[in-house]
């Protein structure tokens, strides 16, 4: 009995959508690469609700003929290559003819368009694959592609896209990457009415500053490379521009982004030594190479590209990127143990319990009898649950609590550790690490009670939001009002900060914010992971600085204040705070 069959086209083109079409972001990308095929010189884009309802591209470019109009939506037809040799020479976006069989597969869609030699245009329409209806119409030079109920044909797919604000959040990356890397073209982006971004005809720096605002535009500095293999031009951040989350860094190779993280090694080796380490600096960085030299035919989404003579490529972009960067100036060694930490105030001030007992300001006592009671939630407990595994000390189990009796005299170590000594031996905890635990127990209860102490300023302070991250922090904006800040949006991306937490003073916001936002892969909406990133980013700006020297007062308060939170022995982010060494081990060090 014959087994093999052919599958049926609309089931193939749903398959096909299956790695093309993966969310609305990816609709827009395809349609809006078209658009710039075709010539066009201004594109707009037009979602509502984030895509799933309606994702709308119009365009001015050369528009397509009645029998092209119909056979643009048939698998593999493309007016882009002719042959398997044309993939080595491609100067197009598109080049497979998948895109628009994708998307009719899995939504219903209408497209219209005119081509400059034709006084009437054409309508199709098309719905899951199945052609409903073609007639002549009149309509602008150019195509008009409105995508309605994206996946309304596959409810699993639909069901797993994420919020408005992730998808949306995922639109407008895509919308710049493409206008990026084209500032002599005009773009608008319309989300649910509203005017999201409006972008004219500019120079590159001018883009990128319509795009991320004149303050990131201001921090690059130009790189430019010229060789045989290939030629690199575009812009890198100073060193004052890093930071740990969020660095807008884009590659484009030939008018198209691409990812390629062994290029983004050399940028960011020429940093070396020049910025704290973990953080990122921001670039955009266009390549211009020959065609055959490149294989843009590895995935679907045409992000990943090979190189030949990556080793030499890599070695170019090094050499460029450092040459420019010394022309700036910006080559001296900086101090980072130093460099860029506020001025906090005395942890004691908002690390104490509020009691009758103890005023608000002044550290807090604790007896050798109290430390027993705070100890007693580390019974029957593993040294491998305190230190990393990597730890070549070897450590017992530390004893019960009737057995063990804690000093309450300690000594700070550099700065950034506290040694205790107990009856199980040598107790080392990171200062910073627990102070950073305390807080965040306290402010993720207080925002939850909506209870956090907040301070005006005296003059307020403006940031700047791109529109990137727009969707996000007005998310996120009910949750900084509990945390204890007072922020007014002022339109167009601006904000004023008019009161902060207490004891966040002295702060940079703009970094503060861009931090707690910024990441490449959002967290989806306000969920557990958000909040979480939100209260860990704040106290660890609120909690004391590695080196701040403390009495001897303070370190019983921090350590009283630790073994009272929910989990002592780890931050919230799963790094250890407490190390013990047993008395064992420490008289074996002395053989």
Known sequence: MDIVRLLPDSVANQIAAGEVIQRPASVIKELMENALDAGAKNVDVCVVDAGRTMIQVIDDGKGMSETDARLSFERHATSKIQKAEDLFTLRTMGFRGEALPSIAAVAQVTLQTRSADSELGTRVEIEGSRFVSQEVCACSVGANFEVRNLFYNIPARRKFLKSNQTELANIIQEFQRIALVNPSIAFTLTSNGTMTMNLSPSSQKG????????????????????????????????????????????????????????????VME???????????VPYMLFFEVDPSSIDVNISPTKTEIKFENETSLWQILLAGVREALGRTGASAMFDFESEGQPELPAFSQYMNQETSATPRHSPAKVSVSDWQELYAGLQQTTMEEFVPQQQEIPFEEIPAQSEQTFSSEHLQFKGQYILSSSQAGLMMVDQHRAHVRVLYDRLLDQMHNNSVPSQGLLFPEMIEISPHDMPFFEELLPKLSSLGFDIMSLGGGSYSINGLPTGLDGIDLQKLVEEIIGDENPAEGLSEQMEHRLVMTIASRMAIPVGQVLSSEEMDGLLAALFATSNPNYMPDGRPIIALIDQQSINQMFK
């Open 270 to 280: 020429a940093f070396d030594r020049m910025i704290p380490q973990g953080e990122q």
């Open 207 to 266: 883009r990128i500053a319509s795009i991320f605002g004149k303050k990131l535009a201001d921090q690059l500095f130009d790189v430019s490379v010229e060789s045989s293999l290939l030629t690199v031009h575009g812009f890198v951040g100073r060193p004052e521009s890093a930071r740990k989350k969020g660095a807008q860094q884009y590659f484009f190779v030939n008018g198209r982004y691409m990812r390629h993280p062994y290029f983004h090694k050399a």
